[in-house]
């Protein structure tokens, strides 16, 4: 069976960190690029970052939020510090193949089943 599994959210306090990870199974993910998204209740899914198959990244939380991966063990990682309340949401991660000129891929392939990152006192 191929799946993306998520794991490591939970309820953290403000100014806290999390570190999420993105697990494969039944294939490889170091022919794909790989994004982490988040949906917030009552708003649209939006990607927070995206990681190439050589490893460079785009941050959309620039400077609270680095993307990484680890082929050896299939797992890409989301390192989230100086969390705010406003990062509370589901994150997905998925994986996807890019097209001529993009680094980010327009459409995934795989996605996983998110999970719940809550930023609160």
């Known amino acids: 069976q191929l799946q993306l599994v998520e794991s490591g959210g939970g309820l953290v306090q403000p100014g806290g960190s999390l570190r999420l990870s993105c697990a494969a199974s039944?294939?490889?993910?170091?022919?794909?690029?790989i994004g982490w998204f988040r949906q917030a209740p009552g708003k649209e899914r939006e990607r927070v970052s995206c990681?190439?198959?050589?490893?460079a990244s785009i941050d959309s939380v620039k400077g609270r939020f680095t993307i990484s991966r680890d082929n050896a063990k299939n797992t890409v990682y989301l390192q989230m510090n100086s969390l705010k309340s406003e990062d509370t949401a589901v994150y997905y991660c998925a994986a996807g193949r890019t097209r001529q000129f993009e680094f980010c891929p327009t459409t995934y392939d795989y996605w996983g089943q998110g999970t719940q990152v809550t930023v609160s006192s």
């Open positions: 990681i190439s198959t050589s490893g």
């Open positions: 039944g294939f490889t993910l170091d022919t794909y690029a």
